[in-house]
């Protein structure tokens, strides 16, 4: 079973930040958080992963909670081709498969 | 660019024939490749597990026989889809992980068998 819970859907306007919430709360000291997307049709992507401190780069931030127990992935300026369902996974960088959620659908509209 | 590069992305083959779905890692060496089928607006479901130089491990369910899975080498792995039928209709993703980037996809091959 996934170890996290986000919410099923959510919208945003073009050009705002999308937030997008995770809930890990039983996450080990030695889990990451990764965060990928799903365009229709189209394979995951990877999107950013962190550990403890908040990650940034050139798609995305993370922001992880002291306590580690949720997440929220933060698009700073979304685009209509930000519209994808988006999965948080937490997991340890190992060489197992990954156990995925039912994800967030993010609709970013005009 | 991409690190995992899978083919083709779209098939149609007529039911009863074999279909040959190739998965390789371009810039690292994989040990470890995943197959996944996907069906619409539903989540990624583990098939198999390839293993480099070894056989593949089955998700409970998924028939190997019918997937025909090999791990040739480091950078290769194939999934062959034997005596389709109409229900084998879906859409298959491979992956592999990298060490400290966490783990990558395939583009993704849409089967349709008619």
């Known amino acids: 079973d996934a170890k996290t819970t986000q919410p099923p859907s959510m919208d945003c306007a073009e050009g705002r930040a999308a937030n997008l919430p995770c809930n890990h709360s039983?996450?080990?000291?030695?889990?990451?958080v990764y965060w990928y997307r799903q365009i229709h049709s189209q394979g995951p992507q990877y999107i950013i992963h962190?550990?403890?401190?908040?990650e940034t780069n050139e798609m995305a931030s993370l922001i992880i909670t002291e306590d580690r127990k949720s997440s929220t992935l933060i698009l700073p300026h979304a685009t209509l081709r930000d519209t994808a369902v988006y999965y948080c996974?937490?997991?340890?960088?190992?060489?197992?498969?990954?156990?995925w959620g039912a994800g967030t659908k993010l609709i970013i509209k005009p | 660019g991409a690190v995992v590069s899978q083919h083709p992305s779209r098939v149609i083959c007529k039911s009863g024939t074999s279909v040959k779905i190739e998965c390789r890692s371009l810039?690292?060496?994989?040990?470890?490749m995943f197959w996944y089928r996907q069906f619409p607006k539903q989540s990624l479901m583990l098939m198999a597990t390839?293993?480099?130089?070894?056989?593949?491990?089955?998700e409970q369910g998924v028939e190997k026989d019918k997937f025909l899975i090999n791990h040739a080498s480091l950078t290769l792995s194939t999934l062959t889809v034997t005596s389709a039928h109409p229900e084998d209709s879906s859409f298959y993703i491979c992956?592999?992980?990298?060490f400290g980037r966490g783990a990558f996809f395939g583009q993704g091959t849409r089967l349709t068998v008619v």
């Open positions: 992956s592999a992980r990298s």
């Open positions: 810039d690292f060496q994989a040990t470890t």
């Open positions: 390839s293993n480099e130089g070894s056989k593949a491990t089955y």
């Open positions: 039983t996450i080990s000291g030695n889990e990451y």
């Open positions: 962190g550990l403890k401190n908040n």
């Open positions: 996974i937490v997991d340890m960088d190992s060489n197992y498969q990954l156990i």
